[in-house]
């Protein structure tokens, strides 16, 4: 190996240990308690060598929402190989819940951790408006099939993102104790097929 490469090499292994360090500080903390400082404290740095890869906590926290969206969308655009478009829908919703399930991590910082919002004006979330966009495609795709006729494409991708999203986020805020008679895993999965059976009647 040369040293160029050597240097490649640890220039982003030393990448990969600052956003698992921020991931953790994030979830621990919340967006606005933590800082450069404690994510360098996490990994035994100084937060000057922090500021050499990243610029700010907004940056790495970006990252880390494009890194779990990159994931999602990879899983979910396997599915793009199912002909018929309610069952890749169906699908969809699995694949969703099932990445909640196995990154509950990456989940909370996608979904559920506040971050400022100048950040999406800045246009650092384009890859969440890449999800989204997967999911109303496929609805129109439904509707060409004859399926959700008369429904508004917006509102109806709305509606079923927010099924998806309740779920998980019950899953992921450790909020379904109160169903005392189910596990997780059985409120996730059958919750599911209930939302599938009235959107099958719909």
């Known amino acids: 190996m040369s040293i160029a490469e050597r240097k490649q090499e640890e220039k982003q292994e030393m990448h990969k240990r600052i956003l698992d360090a921020a991931r953790k500080i994030f979830l621990e903390k919340g967006y606005e308690k933590t800082s ?20 700010d906590k907004s940056e790495i926290f970006q990252e880390l929402h494009k890194e779990g969206f990159r994931l999602l969308l990879a899983q979910l655009k396997i599915l793009d190989t199912v002909g018929d478009p309610f069952e890749r829908l169906k699908a969809v919703g699995r694949v969703f819940i099932q990445f909640a399930q196995d990154n509950k991590d990456y989940y909370n910082l996608m ?4 971050e400022p919002a100048k950040s999406s004006e800045e246009g650092g979330f384009q890859i969440a408006q890449e999800a989204i966009s997967h999911l109303m495609e496929l609805v129109k795709e439904c509707q060409a099939a004859g399926r959700f006729q008369g429904m508004d494409v917006e509102y109806f991708s709305f509606m ?3 099924s998806f999203h309740g779920i998980c986020a019950l899953f992921c805020k450790d909020r379904t104790t109160s169903f005392q008679n189910r596990s997780n895993e059985e409120l996730m999965k059958y919750g599911y097929e209930c939302f599938i059976s009235l959107l099958e009647k719909g």
């Open 160 to 162: 079923i993102l927010s």
């Open 36 to 55: 450069m400082r404690n994510i360098a404290n996490e990994i035994h740095y100084s937060p000057g060598m922090i500021y050499f890869h990243f610029k």
């Open 111 to 114: 979904f559920i951790v506040d």
